[in-house]
């Protein structure tokens, strides 16, 4: 494995990186470390002086030798090890490195209110271990290149020291405190918010890897606007201290509870930020200021939620309809045609079916955008159990079956809906995945048959049998007993599996003559006949074959007569020139045939 991921790479000597990225992610194969601020050229011949085959070094000459050789590592050496940032461990640690990043946003403001200590130093020494550690680990966190993974330690670590993250995150590490000692309260670590585009990272990947984006998008808002009333609330709170807790009724009471003085601040932030509004009257300046800022804040603030929440639920009924139509135009439509009563209670009940019974008709409609493969796949493996169980695929290979889901369309069928009407024109077959249909004789009420799940019908008018007085008219009326789940097949897709496979073909036309013979519509004189057509027209071509083998026979004999016949006279013309014009050519005469 290892030296055939290498002969790869010696085939690529234009793209180094990447067939070094290549073999990197093949299992077993081990890379050297390119150095950091190593030229590329002098590694490249180091590499091949290490393989002991370059032909720089030797000078030898010879077939041309690979530009990048890449040897594999002794064994027992370092492993490059990086983490794949769209694997499950890189989603784990963002999870993680998104937790210091809230405790800081969330406890920095507290500061406002006086230094905190004891405990929260030590949360603070922690987070500022984790910031730290999270740098480490982005320096081994590997990128998408020409949409190659790169796993090479080297690369992954310039990448992210050349990235603007890098010098975020090194600004959100600057000891604040140390570097200007004035500083004092939030503004000590006021610059650990600056991580936040990590937080957002981590609900933005939650969001893409979860089942219920809607969720973790009400989640999310519900975060962010907790935090936008704790900010308010310790602002709030360091105003009143400032101004002298419980000296009027607006400022915050001077409790003696650490606990009961924040919760009184949150609950005049939320009745702020909700625009409920109902707080008491500033008295002065500083309180009528920030008590304006607040619920222009709050305004702007409430448009953005509810936004939000609209668009999230708008979201939610978008990806419902995604699967299922909405009955709501139909039924509009008859009430304008003035059709309603039966008809409207039919469409509304079979819409119901599908959402109750979770059939999304509109199937094909949500699998479009996924590439023709994977689509088939998908496909293949929601419909392949119900496709076995189909009496004439039994059998069949999956690959056969698999080639012929994509062609199938799902239907549904309401009870009493005609799915097949004598004497129509048939366009296409059906096979029942589940359900119950009546075959129904000429009467239009005696049952023939009743088809169960497994079973198909609708074929006789597609497939030409000899001796079928219908033609490719329906021999039959098929109603829906109860909800019918169905598979159809186009005539044109069923002409194309058939050619493919005949044994499918033969299949189809004994079940149909046999019920043709059964229910009187097979003629048999006309069958006859068309067999004895169907012979002579095939013996007719038998013997055009062989008279056009002989007629190109014939043709080619005469061309080369003809071309035979042009060069004698050709040379006869010549020999009458040279007979007039100068002496005869030697052994002219002689040569002529
Ligand atoms: N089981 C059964 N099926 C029938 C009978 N008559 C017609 N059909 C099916 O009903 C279908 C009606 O449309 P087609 O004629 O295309 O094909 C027909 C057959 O598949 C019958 O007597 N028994």
């Given amino acids: 494995?290892?030296?055939?991921?290498?002969?790869?790479?010696?085939?690529?000597?234009?793209?180094?990186?990447?067939?070094?990225?290549?073999?990197?992610?093949?299992?077993?194969?081990?890379?050297?470390?390119?150095?950091?601020?190593?030229?590329?050229?002098?590694?490249?011949?180091?590499?091949?002086?290490?393989?002991?085959?370059?032909?720089?070094?030797s000078g030898a000459e010879g077939p041309a030798q690979p530009r990048v050789l890449v040897p594999p590592r002794s064994a027992g050496g370092p492993r490059d090890w990086t983490l794949d940032p769209d694997g499950d461990w890189y989603q784990?640690?963002?999870?993680?490195?998104?937790?210091?990043?809230?405790?800081?946003?969330?406890?920095?403001?507290?500061?406002?209110?006086?230094?905190?200590?004891?405990?929260?130093?030590?949360?603070?020494?922690?987070?500022?271990?984790?910031?730290?550690?999270?740098?480490?680990?982005?320096?081994?966190?590997?990128?998408?290149?020409?949409?190659?993974?790169?796993?090479?330690?080297?690369?992954?670590?310039?990448?992210?020291?050349?990235?603007?993250?890098?010098?975020?995150?090194?600004?959100?590490?600057?000891?604040?405190?140390?570097?200007?000692?004035?500083?004092?309260?939030?503004?000590?670590?006021?610059?650990?918010?600056?991580?936040?585009?990590?937080?957002?990272?981590?609900?933005?990947?939650?969001?893409?890897?979860?089942?219920?984006?809607?969720?973790?998008?009400?989640?999310?808002?519900?975060?962010?606007?907790?935090?936008?009333?704790?900010?308010?609330?310790?602002?709030?709170?360091?105003?009143?201290?400032?101004?002298?807790?419980?000296?009027?009724?607006?400022?915050?009471?001077?409790?003696?509870?650490?606990?009961?003085?924040?919760?009184?601040?949150?609950?005049?932030?939320?009745?702020?930020?909700?625009t409920v509004g109902d707080t008491p009257t500033p008295r002065r300046k500083e309180e009528f200021l920030f008590a304006t800022a607040g619920f222009l804040l709050a305004v702007l603030g409430f448009a953005a939620v509810t936004g939000s929440v609209a668009s999230v639920i708008a979201n939610v009924s978008a990806a419902d309809a995604a699967f299922y139509p909405n009955p709501a135009p139909v039924l509009r439509y008859l009430r304008a045609r003035g059709v309603g009563g039966r008809l409207a209670r039919r469409v509304t009940r079979w819409h119901r079916h599908l959402r109750a019974q979770r059939k999304p008709p509109a199937e094909r409609e949500a699998l479009r955008h996924l590439p023709r493969g994977l689509r088939a796949e998908v496909a293949a493996s929601v419909h392949l159990p119900a496709l076995r169980r189909v009496e004439l695929f039994r059998g069949w290979e999956g690959g056969v079956l698999r080639q012929l889901v994509p062609r199938l369309r799902p239907q549904v069928f309401g009870p009493g809906e005609v799915v097949c009407r004598r004497g129509d024109v048939g366009r296409e077959m059906y096979f029942v995945r589940e359900g119950r249909l009546a075959v129904l004789a000429d009467d239009g009420v005696t049952r023939l048959a009743v088809l169960g799940e497994g079973l198909y019908f609708g074929e006789i008018s597609l497939i030409n049998i000899r001796g079928n007085t219908a033609g490719n008219r329906r021999t039959a009326d098929i109603v829906s007993i109860g909800y019918s789940d169905l598979f159809c097949l186009t005539k044109e897709d069923l002409a194309e599996v058939l050619a493919e496979f005949p044994h499918a073909r033969a299949a189809l036309e004994a079940k149909g003559r046999r019920l043709l013979l059964c229910t009187?519509?097979?003629?048999?004189?006309?069958?006859?006949?068309?067999?004895?057509?169907?012979?002579?027209?095939?013996?007719?071509?038998?013997?055009?074959?062989?008279?056009?083998?002989?007629?190109?026979?014939?043709?080619?004999?005469?061309?080369?007569?003809?071309?035979?016949?042009?060069?004698?006279?050709?040379?006869?013309?010549?020999?009458?020139?040279?007979?007039?014009?100068?002496?005869?050519?030697?052994?002219?005469?002689?040569?002529?045939?």
């Avoid at 190659?148 to 990235?163: A, E, F, K, P, Q």
């Avoid at 071509?541 to 006279?569: D, I, P």
Wanted: proline share 5%; aromatic share 6%.
């Fill in 1 to 57: 494995m290892a030296s055939e991921a290498r002969d790869m790479v010696a085939c690529c000597p234009g793209v180094p990186g990447v067939a070094r990225d290549v073999v990197a992610s093949r299992p077993g194969v081990a890379l050297l470390p390119r150095g950091a601020g190593e030229p590329r050229g002098r590694r490249r011949c180091q590499d091949a002086a290490s393989a002991g085959a370059a032909a720089c070094a």
């Fill in 520 to 593: 009187g519509k097979l003629d048999a004189g006309a069958e006859a006949a068309a067999a004895e057509a169907e012979r002579r027209a095939r013996a007719l071509e038998g013997a055009l074959g062989g008279l056009q083998a002989r007629a190109a026979r014939l043709l080619a004999q005469l061309e080369a007569g003809a071309h035979k016949l042009a060069r004698r006279v050709q040379r006869l013309e010549e020999r009458l020139r040279d007979g007039r014009g100068g002496p005869p050519r030697k052994g002219g005469a002689a040569a002529e045939p």
């Fill in 92 to 274: 784990r640690w963002l999870s993680a490195a998104a937790l210091p990043v809230l405790y800081n946003w969330v406890v920095i403001v507290c500061r406002c209110g006086g230094q905190l200590a004891g405990l929260w130093l030590g949360l603070d020494w922690a987070s500022d271990g984790l910031y730290l550690l999270d740098m480490g680990l982005r320096l081994h966190t590997g990128f998408l290149e020409d949409g190659v993974l790169v796993r090479d330690r080297g690369r992954t670590r310039r990448h992210y020291l050349r990235s603007p993250a890098f010098r975020w995150d090194a600004a959100s590490l600057v000891p604040l405190a140390l570097l200007c000692p004035a500083s004092a309260g939030p503004a000590a670590r006021a610059n650990r918010c600056l991580r936040a585009p990590r937080l957002l990272e981590a609900l933005e990947r939650w969001e893409t890897r979860t089942a219920r984006p809607n969720a973790l998008r009400l989640a999310r808002l519900m975060l962010l606007a907790l935090l936008a009333i704790h900010w308010h609330a310790c602002l709030y709170f360091a105003l009143s201290a400032r101004l002298g807790l419980g000296t009027d009724a607006w400022v915050c009471p001077n409790a003696t509870r650490p606990l009961r003085r924040y919760l009184h601040s949150f609950y005049f932030s939320t009745l702020v930020l909700a």
